[in-house]
């Protein structure tokens, strides 16, 4: 689960972050709320929206920059009205955008240098581990890819937690010195606890800057939580923004079901995450372009497979389904009266392919044949996949 920038600020400033001051704002009276309490003449008015690039971003109304960096309290609010309830197209938005319902309204900060700085979790090893970069405020894909040398990575065990030798490792790595060096050591601290406490994906704080005085600031923060472990955190269940979130992925989450929606046009129905994965491989091999990760799980009832087909027949790209299962712990026969209560539920009106195989498969077929549902049966995945594909095609 992603939050906003304010949000993943002030979780920060809650664990001793030095962050800018600075207020949210959701509309017009809010936002002169947040201006009068900025001290100083420089302003940031940023856009809040799940995605990046919003600096470099553009609205559909032809209004340039999803953050603005003013002198005065009047550009500020203009550039809010401009934001404020318009659609911003970034790199990562696709074209479709994203509408911004939330302003972040913060002081200026005077930089010296910049930096990146980011605790990720490392799945091969099961380890935090902190990136650093005298690179900042860039992607750092692009430093990766142009410059690795100038990343640090310093991987911290899950047995020892943080110690004061990492944390010199990095500022060291960043050139800080004496003061510094302190002042790092502390945010490092402050953010690796939240990330541990929390059940943190990735906390990037980019940029991390210095001023002329010296004093080093989280200027920016972009934070991940793993959705597994929200039931331990009622709190940060509470910063989930429904807004920034595909609709068919809410109606998914409300019935236990694993469900990313992608480009494609041949919606997939899956039970187990490594045979869904393996099902929009094989599309894919046969020219075909899946339309969504969709896993059912192995505990599946009538009633989420129904709800499987509702959501995926929202989406109006999908031009065909292929339903691949293996009956494990899931039964065939669960599955094939799902189909056949959601087709006289909701107009099925694409090509449909079915593939069953494994626990109370028979029973499963002989459901599906007399059901009189239109659709296809399949005694393979790649039978499957091919069929699914050419029919998609010549539709």
Known sequence: MNI?????????HNY???????????????VDTAISKIEGDLIVVKSQIHAG???KGTFNDGYQGGVKVVKSSEAAKTAAMAMLNNTLVTAQTGPAGRKVQTLYVTEGCDIAHEYYLAIVLD??????????????????EAVA?????????VAVSPSTGLRPFHCREVAYALGFEGDQVKQLSKILSGTYKMFWEKNAELVEINPLVTTPEGQVVALDAKVSFDGNALFKHPDIQALRDLNEEDPKEIEASKFDLAYIA????IACLVNGAGLAMAT????????????NFLDVGGGANEEKVTAAFKIILSDPNVKGILVNIFGGIMKCDVIARGIVAAANNIELNVPLVVRLEGTNVEAGKKILR???????????LVQAAEIITSQVASA
């Not at 906003?4 to 920060?12: D, F, R, S, T, V």
């Not at 962050?19 to 704002?25: E, F, M, Q, T």
């Not at 890819?145 to 990575?153: A, F, M, N, Q």
């Open 123 to 140: 799945r091969d090893t099961a380890q935090a581990v902190i990136i650093a970069s005298t690179e900042g405020g860039m992607d750092i």
């Open 370 to 380: 007399e059901s009189g549902i239109a659709l296809t049966p399949a005694d393979s």
């Open 145 to 153: 890819e142009s410059t690795p040398e100038k990343i640090t990575r």
């Open 16 to 30: 001793g972050v030095p962050v800018p001051r600075g207020y949210s704002a959701t509309n017009a009276e809010e």
């Open 280 to 291: 929009m491989d094989i599309i894919k091999t046969f020219g075909g372009e899946p339309a």
């Open 262 to 265: 992608l480009d494609g046009n």
């Open 53 to 55: 690039g919003r600096g």
């Open 4 to 12: 906003h920038e304010y949000q993943a600020k002030e979780l920060l």
